[in-house]
Nanobody, 120 residues
Framework: VQLVESGGGLVPPGGSLRLSCSASESIFSINNAAWYRQAPGKLREWVASFTSGGATNYADSVKGRFTISRDNAKNTVYLQMNSLRSEDTAVYYC???????????????WGQGTQVTVSE
């Protein structure tokens, strides 16, 4: 199983993007998931996450602008990003705890990343 992100691209400041994260094959369920990002020359940082109970949390830098959500029927995780700023430019990674069919426990997976560039 692989996590596949999509939806990145080039957007002007103030614009919006929606990132998606899906498993490469049919899975049983996603327990908890998170989005991280890594800007050039910087460490990877946590952006947003939700727990199995549905609680969501956000980094202060994106609070009020980004929204993490999930579609259980599609086993897909989203990150809606509004009011984008140049400092949001980074590679965005999806991380999820997944239970595959026939699996006995949840396993953590990372996606390959999708580039988000905020620039005129």
């Amino acid at each position: 199983v692989q996590l596949v992100e999509s939806g990145g691209g080039l957007v002007p400041p103030g614009g919006s993007l929606r990132l998606s994260c899906s498993a490469s094959e049919s899975i049983f369920s996603i327990n908890n998931a998170a989005w991280y990002r890594q800007a050039p020359g910087k460490l990877r940082e946590w952006v947003a996450s939700f727990t199995s109970g549905g609680a969501t949390n956000y980094a202060d830098s994106v609070k009020g602008r980004f929204t993490i959500s999930r579609d259980n029927a599609k086993n897909t995780v989203y990150l809606q990003m509004n009011s984008l700023r140049s400092e949001d430019t980074a590679v965005y990674y999806c991380h999820a705890s997944i239970l595959i069919y026939g699996g006995l426990s949840y396993t953590d997976y990372w996606g390959q990343g999708t580039q988000v560039t905020v620039s005129e």
